[in-house]
């Protein structure tokens, strides 16, 4: 409601660069007061690894990036057509909007609750949680009609916002931190491949099948559930360091 307070007062290309003024005047200025002091190594061409590193492609990756890959697609297709989908079943455009608006929250209580209750128990065990917050919106959604759209949206950006976290968490949880970065990048390009295409490819479903398309979205959120499940059957990799989390 901010923005769209901000939008009316000062058109949208002063919300931007009010938006781009307060990244840089209080979040540059947070992030200079509060995050903790590093000592910057340099190293010299010749100190710098000549070879890649060695990141076997095995059963564990990808099981592990077809999980994140699905996953995210999801993501990326509800963040463009949400309020489309939730009209389709009968919202009105306030509600739609309000549900929209109750994603952000969501995201931020969930990472929450991660961060706390979840802490406790393995990063699997998370992730597998965000997988199927997504199906029961839907199912939600599918059973109240469109008065349910904000509970849908509710469940939807609470996958979201542990899946945000985890991505980062269950890898380092299963691999260890040899490699960390590298390995994360080879976890993450068939999702960002996924995330490109998913706002197109689903703005050509939701022409064809409308609502039903949360049919495909929870499929693809289950098949995320499967690979996660067929992981936790596995023998670890030999660097696991199942105690180790993320902040």
């Not at 007062?9 to 931007?16: A, D, E, Q, Y």
Request: hydrophobic share 55%; proline share 6%.
């Amino acid at each position: 409601m901010a923005v769209e307070h901000a939008v009316d007062t000062i058109g949208w290309r002063g919300t931007c660069f009010a938006w781009a003024a307060a990244h840089i005047a209080i979040g540059l200025s947070l992030n200079m007061l509060f995050l903790p002091k590093t000592e910057r190594v340099v190293r010299s061409e010749a100190e710098a690894p000549a070879t890649k590193p060695h990141v076997a492609i095995d059963g564990t990756m990808i099981l592990l990036s077809f999980a994140f890959a699905a996953a995210w697609t999801v993501t990326s297709a509800m963040a463009a057509h949400l309020p489309r989908i939730v009209e389709s079943f009968g919202a009105t455009p306030a509600q739609a909007v309000f549900a929209g608006m109750m994603i952000g929250p969501a995201q931020v209580a969930a990472r929450i609750v991660e961060a706390g209750l979840l802490n406790r128990f393995h990063p699997l065990f998370s992730t597998s949680l965000a997988c199927i917050t997504h199906p029961i919106g839907a199912g939600v959604i599918a059973l109240f009609g469109g008065g349910a759209a904000a509970a849908f949206a509710l469940l939807h950006g609470a996958g979201n916002g542990i899946l945000t976290i985890a991505r980062g968490t269950l890898p380092l949880s299963i691999f260890g931190p040899e490699n960390y970065g590298y390995r994360l990048g080879l976890l993450g390009a068939p999702s960002r491949i996924c995330q490109a295409l998913a706002p197109v490819a689903f703005g050509v479903l939701i022409e064809i099948m409308s609502g039903r398309v949360l049919i495909i979205t929870s499929l693809l959120s289950l098949a995320a559930l499967s690979a996660l499940l067929l992981l936790s059957k596995r023998p670890r990799p030999a660097g696991e360091t199942a105690a180790a989390r993320a902040g």
